[in-house]
């Protein structure tokens, strides 16, 4: 394929039919015979391997009264025996290639598409091969067993029971206003547990007869392949399928229009937050041109700058709501909705929607200023910058979710060099007084909707309907002044450092990396990566952290790097410091741990001395503000106010405590805490943690060089203080229970149950042992998920996640969690322990350890091409005291992964006389 120059790329804009912007042309778009449309790009990012899409564009609208839920159950159905996988057959294919199911194979299903994920290595032919044998099945192949289709419904009113609570209850009273005398409004994609649990078979298989035809198909391809061998293939597999003489009709459904505004109030006992949003309907339609592009662009210019000034509101002393925020975006598929929200405190309803629909007035009235819309031009155009230097690094997977759009919306992708081009000739062009506009046709509309959402008890009075409207009309009577622009015009930090040269320096060839000590202490590794084009990430880090606080600053120490974050740096507050980064890609934190405190953060290239001046003002000048602590404050005791009326919090909160053995540091957060703070003992213990550099260790990751990264070390890092005190964390005496430790929650009104059962132990930290305990762990996840959901299908989704820590001991935990209802508790138990005393017993299978062999294997070829990665892995070799050499390869590993080690492992970590196991349950009914 020729290279395409942005001038060559904007001349091909330009010159589509009537301003039509074209599709990428580095993708391959075609359409079968039978209907079937297709999308084919080569990318190599990840290497050897290609995303693989089956997009079908039905949802549940498209469901019969007889089949509420069914689209999504044959969606199920789909991983549970096809023409050439019978069974469980597929996910263990997908499992003995190296892929992870979930992750790597996975569909989804909405109102109206229904999405089926697969991610296939293509070093192998075979393995391609296969891929689209399995989007083929998964087409025209389905076999609706009936002995699978019986299980599954199981599995489906699980994964029904977990979306029950608040939020969906809430949901519940507002679709029918939301959504009136539309199909949206009974059609939710989940179905009914009456429907689950009742539904005709036959009714299962017509949806999939109807609906899964050759016309209402794609199938999207983007990877590391030869695009003709894959078009072909697409060929082969779909051109086979039949097209349909006689179909229904795919109709389109809206959210028909209103001529007034309607109301949607919902509260419920156990919401934790309150929330008001208004939107604004109309219908959407497409519009594939340079003209829609430029006035889209427009529209979110003016959504950023209005968030802009909703968040200066939310810093502000006693602020008028949590955050808020509004734009333009798609409602549903053929309606558009210019959305304003806040979540508020729970006495904030009206004052929190008064004050968003202010700031809306005060745009309509005076506008934005000039500096505003120049520094939002500026990030905007800085983020097509950056999208466009990535251009032949950017991920398959985020090509496939265009290619999806187009095909179901005909949403325009014509690739980021187009975007580009187009935005650097558009932005210039986009004034002032067309932006200020950007939301007026929006705001005449009469079709609205207000939705209030808060929690139910007697301290909240909810407004009503009529006194909701009447803000619309008071805001517009209401004197509104102009909006006052603040910015500083200092530079970030001020001239006169000297640089500090680093003093030794070692470099590992076969790492790639390179170790600078400075005269201060501070070590620095660096690995210069071409994985990405615009993107360097880093982190230091600190022996420490709140354990070296005592008990009476543990308060201060928890919200003290927070509080410094929202404090702004040096003579620049928060807000003003976001102004004076517009236009810059960088972004610095600094944390505060148990055990460690550090700083991490990522920048463009070009923007690495920004981001090393911010890493120096973090440990040098942290501003104190007690304008915005004071926000603080208030936000966070409207975000805790409600925190005890979710079960799922009671069920954490319970397990947290039982494991730390009730350690007071481990008590959970409650507005009295809030209420405690004081914002100079927060400041002191930050102002500690950080008074010592000398002991910090910085790593580099990314696309920079050392010549131009080792000024900036000497210049900004050789400058942190150093006073050399030697620390090391303090062990807390924080330890989980000895022996067989069972709790019950009893919360919540639905009829569901939530179960973690924790073993814990001491551990070996080794890197051996350590990846026994992981391989033993993804073994265990096999089984149960086979046994609790699958054959048993008494839940949605098993989870077992092992934790090997270091400090303050070596020690371990592995969490099993699963859901399911409250009846099944004791069955799913046995059957975990019944798993688990076969692996004592027994080992693991030479099956299931190949999968994780391979696994292994394969996750290896990835990782090893992420930034993410490398920075993580140099920290840890780093910290633990490994052979950094280990980073590049696992194949040592590998001989571990034997039944006898398993077993062992099993006996070991899996200790049935020592766990925790807290169950959550509903509240008991009362005795009549």
Request: overall charge neutral; glycine content about 8%; proline content about 6%.
């Amino acid at each position: 394929m020729p290279v395409l120059t942005l001038s060559l790329v904007l001349a091909l804009v330009q010159a589509a039919p009537a301003g039509r912007l074209p599709l990428d042309p580095a993708v391959t778009t075609g359409r079968l015979p039978n209907g079937v449309r297709y999308y084919v790009r080569k990318n190599t990012r990840p290497e050897k391997r290609a995303e693989l899409r089956l997009v079908v564009n039905t949802g549940s609208v498209m469901e019969d009264d007889d089949q509420l839920g069914l689209a999504h159950f044959v969606e199920h159905m789909a991983f549970n025996g096809t023409r050439n996988f019978k069974k469980q057959a597929l996910v263990d294919y997908i499992e003995a290639i190296g892929m992870r199911f979930g992750a790597d194979l996975n569909a989804s299903t909405g109102f109206d598409e229904t999405i089926y994920q697969l991610l296939v290595p293509t070093d192998s032919a075979h393995l391609v091969r296969k891929g689209f044998q399995i989007l083929e099945d998964w087409a025209d192949g389905i076999s609706f067993d009936t002995a699978e289709v019986r299980k599954e419904r199981g599995v489906v009113v699980e994964e029904w029971r977990l979306g029950q609570g608040a939020d969906n209850r809430m949901q519940k009273k507002q679709f029918p206003v939301i959504f009136r005398g539309s199909r949206y409004k009974d059609r939710l994609p989940i179905g009914t547990k009456e429907s689950l649990e009742g539904f005709n078979p036959a009714a299962l298989t017509r949806f999939y007869r109807d609906w899964y035809r050759p016309d209402l198909m794609a199938v999207v391809a983007v990877g590391d392949f030869e695009p003709r061998q894959i078009i072909q293939l697409i060929r082969t597999h779909f051109g086979r399928i039949p097209a349909r003489r006689v179909r229904r009709p795919r109709v389109e459904y809206s959210v028909p229009a209103r001529d007034s505004t309607a109301v949607a109030i919902a509260t419920d006992a156990e919401a934790t937050s309150t929330s008001v949003g208004a939107y604004y309907l109309r219908p959407g339609r497409v519009d594939p041109s340079r003209a829609a592009y430029r006035k889209s662009l427009v529209g979110e210019l003016y959504a950023s700058m209005l968030g802009q000034r909703l968040a200066e509101l939310s810093q502000q002393p006693n602020p008028p709501f949590i955050g808020a925020g509004g734009g333009p975006g798609r409602f549903v598929r053929g309606t558009e909705a210019f959305s304003l929200g806040a979540a508020v405190a729970d006495t904030g309803i009206l004052r929190g929607l008064t004050a968003v629909l202010t700031e809306v007035e005060r745009v309509d009235r005076h506008g934005f200023t000039g500096p505003e819309l120049e520094r939002t031009k500026q990030d905007y155009l800085r983020s097509y910058e950056q999208a466009f230097a990535e251009r032949d690094k950017t991920e398959s997977g985020s090509f496939v979710e265009e290619y999806i759009q187009h095909f179901l919306t005909g949403d325009p992708s014509p690739g980021i060099a187009a975007e580009f081009a187009m935005i650097k000739a558009m932005l210039p062009t986009v004034i002032l007084p067309e932006v200020n506009r950007a939301a007026q046709e929006w705001l005449k509309l009469k079709d609205r909707i207000l939705l209030v959402n808060a929690p139910e008890k007697p301290s909240v009075k909810v407004p009503v309907a009529a006194e909701l409207l009447a803000l619309f009309d008071r805001v517009r009577g209401t004197d509104v002044a102009a909006y006052q622009e603040t910015v500083s015009a200092a530079p970030l930090v001020e001239a006169g450092l000297v640089n500090r040269p680093v003093v030794s320096e070692t470099r590992d060839s076969l790492l790639g990396v390179t170790r600078w000590t400075l005269e201060n202490g501070i070590r620095v590794i660096v690995k210069p990566t071409t994985f990405k084009a615009d993107e360097v990430l880093f982190s230091g880090f600190s022996p420490g952290g709140n354990s070296l606080t005592p008990d009476s600053l543990f308060t201060a120490a928890v919200f003290a790097t927070q509080l410094v974050s929202l404090g702004g740096l040096a003579d620049f507050s928060l807000i003003e410091l976001q102004k004076k980064l517009a236009g810059k890609s960088v972004f610095v934190a600094p944390f505060l741990g148990a055990y460690q405190e550090g700083i991490r953060g990522q920048a463009s290239p070009q923007d690495l001395e920004t981001m090393f001046q911010l890493t120096y003002l973090y440990f040098t000048a942290p501003r104190r503000d007690p304008q915005a602590f004071e926000a603080f404050k208030t936000n966070a005791r409207a975000q805790l106010a409600n925190r005890g009326a979710s079960p799922a919090i009671a069920l954490r909160d319970t397990l947290v405590a039982t494991m730390s053995g009730h350690h007071p540091r481990s008590r959970p957060l409650a507005p009295v805490i809030i209420d405690s703070l004081d914002l100079d003992r927060s400041l002191a213990v930050y102002r500690d943690r950080f008074s010592d550099a000398g002991d910090f260790t910085f790593v580099l990751v990314g696309s920079l060089t050392l010549e131009q990264v080792k000024p900036l070390v000497e210049h900004y890092l050789g400058n942190l203080p150093a006073t050399r005190r030697g620390e090391r964390w303090r062990d807390l005496g924080i330890k989980p229970p000895t022996g067989v430790v069972e709790r019950e929650v009893r919360r919540g009104i639905e009829p569901k149950s939530q179960t973690e059962l924790v073993f814990s132990g001491p551990f070996s930290f080794s890197r051996q042992e350590r990846f026994v305990l992981r391989s033993l762990a993804d073994v265990l996840d096999i089984k149960l998920r086979e046994q609790l959901r699958e054959e048993l299908g008494g839940t949605y989704g098993v989870s077992v996640t092992p934790a090997p820590s270091r400090i303050p001991r070596e020690e371990y935990t592995v969490s099993v969690s699963f859901g399911s209802a409250p009846d099944r508790v004791p069955q799913l138990l046995a059957a975990v322990f019944a798993q688990i005393d076969t692996l004592q017993q027994q080992g693991a299978t030479e099956k299931d350890l190949a999968k994780i062999r391979e696994t292994t294997i394969r996750s290896r070829e990835t990782d090893l091409k992420e930034n993410g990665f490398w920075l993580g892995q140099l920290a840890a070799v780093d910290q633990n005291g490994d052979d950094p050499k280990v980073i590049l390869d696992s194949s040592d590993l590998l001989p571990l992964l034997t039944p006898e080690r398993m077993k062992q492992a099993a006996l070991r970590y899996l200790d049935r006389k020592n766990y925790v196991r807290v169950t959550l349950l509903p509240e008991s009914k009362p005795t009549p």
